[in-house]
């Protein structure tokens, strides 16, 4: 991240990952670089309907405009938590903004429709699959496109350590699962219902458990 010194990035992060509020200059740079992270609106929505139509066993590949609009619309009538995460994305796209309250209201609207509460800090790539809602993202983290996150999943940080988890594209959580703390969780792996990922996980790798262990590559 360009435009902050080193040691006072590594400052603002720890007091924003530890939960508190930016107490001067550097904490409120920080936060805005990582706002600037967010994608763009549309083509947020856009790759999300992809991937939910993709993963549903829809027809997923549109023509145009018009063909992309009419399934996001679908997908907001069909879709279990399809609104929710537009309302998310609206939040995002909006701080990106540094539009102010506005994001406040869609974060309540996707945790009232879908109880989706993503943090401010965690940057979503466009294409996430959010296929019942029921999803906690908080602290500083990222998950990359086509993941999926099941119900009552949680990526969060880990008392004592600041920073979250980073997930590569295509990584599958599975439901219940925690992913906690600063760890990477290698493209494609697959996190088995109700795991404790405390650890880094290899590209493709199957964890199950509590502490999650590997149980296939
Ligand atoms: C993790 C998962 C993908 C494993 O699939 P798999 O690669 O076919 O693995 P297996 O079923 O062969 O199981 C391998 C071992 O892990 C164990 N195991 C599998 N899933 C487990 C889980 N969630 N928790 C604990 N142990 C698990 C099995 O008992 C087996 O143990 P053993 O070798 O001692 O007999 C699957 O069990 C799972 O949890 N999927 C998530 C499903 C889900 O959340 N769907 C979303 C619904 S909305």
Redesign the pocket.
């Known amino acids: 991240m360009p435009g902050l010194p080193e040691p006072a990035k590594k400052v603002a992060e720890r007091v924003w990952a530890m939960g508190a509020e930016p107490q001067d200059e550097w904490a409120r740079a920080f936060r805005q670089e990582v706002r600037e992270q967010h994608p763009r609106f549309l083509t947020a929505v856009r790759a999300d309907a992809q991937m939910l139509a993709r993963l549903r066993g829809d027809r997923w590949q549109t023509s145009g405009g018009a063909g992309a609009a009419f399934q996001v619309l679908r997908l907001i009538v069909v879709g279990d938590s399809f609104f929710a995460q537009v309302c998310y994305r609206a939040k995002a796209a909006l701080q990106r903004r540094r539009v102010p309250i506005v994001p406040r209201l869609f974060h309540r609207l996707a945790i009232i429709t879908g109880q989706i509460c993503i943090g401010d800090p965690a940057i979503l790539e466009p294409g996430v699959h959010i ?2 809602g029921q999803v906690v993202v908080d602290t500083r983290c990222r998950i990359g496109t086509g993941v ?1 996150l ?2 009552f999943t949680t990526i969060g940080r880990i008392a004592g350590k600041a920073g979250g988890p980073t997930l590569g594209s295509m990584v ?6 925690k992913v906690l703390g600063p760890i990477t969780v290698g493209r494609g792996a ?6 404790v990922v405390l650890e880094d996980v290899p590209d493709g790798a ?5 502490p999650a262990r590997i ?2 590559k």
């Open positions: 296929p019942h999926t099941s119900p599958t959580v599975g439901t219940g699962a697959v996190i088995g219902a109700n795991a199957v964890v199950v458990g509590v149980v296939s």
